[in-house]
């Protein structure tokens, strides 16, 4: 079955610590891969994405993550958190299947960074 | 401004009465979605719709129904068989497999 997985669901750190989410997924086939994000109050919004090319890809606010395909997995880090990266972050895969393009998102991790 | 914009923020809703979400993008997108959003659960797929006058079911679609009668828009509405539409809805589109832009969401209560 396709299936994004997220293990940590909360995670609470204070700033300047180094984050790391995780991210598996299960689908057969080429897939693209997001990582959105969702600030209080917020829309959900693209925080990265891989499509093809060089494994490690970086988005906005010095977040960035790698493609290990081996591993079917999609980690989100970030060497130092600030208070404001306080959101719920969500994994997302895509791919083409019976004629149509499919969206798996994840459960979420709830991020909260200590001041 | 290009963007999705939903209506209304919170509906409320009684029993037995069937309510619809707004959902209006310009960004000529002609995929549309329909999540709903639970606590813990992550983002479940109601509806989908990759052109107009057309649209599949996601994977939770009983209870709601959708309409694409235009490109910008795609309207949800949830209907007094759903039991438990308490959430959070979130609208968005895409080109057909690149990224999925989202609206502000609506909540539902009900009454």
């Known amino acids: 079955a396709q299936s994004v997985s997220q293990h940590n669901h909360h995670v609470i750190l204070s700033e300047a610590a180094s984050l790391e989410l995780g991210c598996n997924y299960s689908?057969?086939?080429?897939?693209?891969l997001f990582w959105y994000v969702q600030y209080p109050g917020q829309h959900l919004q693209l925080l990265l994405k891989y499509f093809s090319g060089d494994p490690l890809v970086k988005g906005i606010k010095g977040f960035e993550a790698e493609f290990i395909k081996s591993k079917f997995s999609f980690n989100l880090r970030k060497p130092s958190v600030q208070w404001s990266d306080t959101a719920e972050y969500f994994c997302?895969?895509?791919?083409?299947?019976?004629?149509?393009?499919?969206?798996?998102f994840g459960t979420g991790t709830r991020l909260k960074v200590l001041a | 401004d290009g963007g999705i914009t939903q209506s209304p923020k919170y509906l409320f809703r009684k029993e037995g009465q069937n309510v619809t979400l707004s959902c209006e993008q310009n960004?000529?997108?002609?995929?549309m979605y329909w999540y709903r959003q639970d606590p813990g659960q992550g983002l479940r797929l109601i509806y989908y719709?990759?052109?107009?006058?057309?649209?599949q079911k996601g994977d939770i679609a009983e209870g709601y129904s959708v309409s694409r009668e235009k490109k910008e828009s795609f309207p949800l509405t949830v209907t007094s068989a759903q039991k438990n539409p308490t959430a959070f809805y979130l609208c968005?589109?895409?080109?057909?497999?690149?990224?999925?832009?989202f609206g502000p969401g609506t909540r539902l209560l009900v009454l």
């Open positions: 960004l000529n997108h002609d995929a």
């Open positions: 689908y057969g086939g080429t897939v693209n």
């Open positions: 997302a895969v895509n791919g083409f299947t019976s004629g149509t393009y499919k969206y798996i």
């Open positions: 719709s990759q052109i107009v006058n057309d649209f």
């Open positions: 968005a589109s895409s080109i057909a497999g690149r990224t999925q832009y």
